[in-house]
């Protein structure tokens, strides 16, 4: 699934207000290693609904990214 690039150029993270990254159809955010699930196109940018990574996931992750 898809993010429209305008739409991905102003997402924040909900919790420090940094930048995220898009990447495996999830909003990822390496500086706090948690991740916000998309649903139908539609960020779900919820603090108690995002989900923390481990040291593997987030390398992963941000190589996807191209970090």
């Avoid at 699930?37 to 940018?45: A, F, K, S, W």
């Amino acid at each position: 699934m898809a993010l429209d690039q305008t739409l991905r150029d102003i997402l924040v993270c909900p919790q420090d207000r940094g930048a995220l990254l898009f990447v495996d159809d999830v909003l990822y955010n390496p500086r706090l290693r948690r991740k916000y699930r998309v649903e139908d196109g539609i960020p779900v940018l919820l603090i108690d609904e995002a989900v923390s990574v481990d040291d593997d996931e987030h390398e992963r992750l941000v190589a996807a990214a191209g970090q």
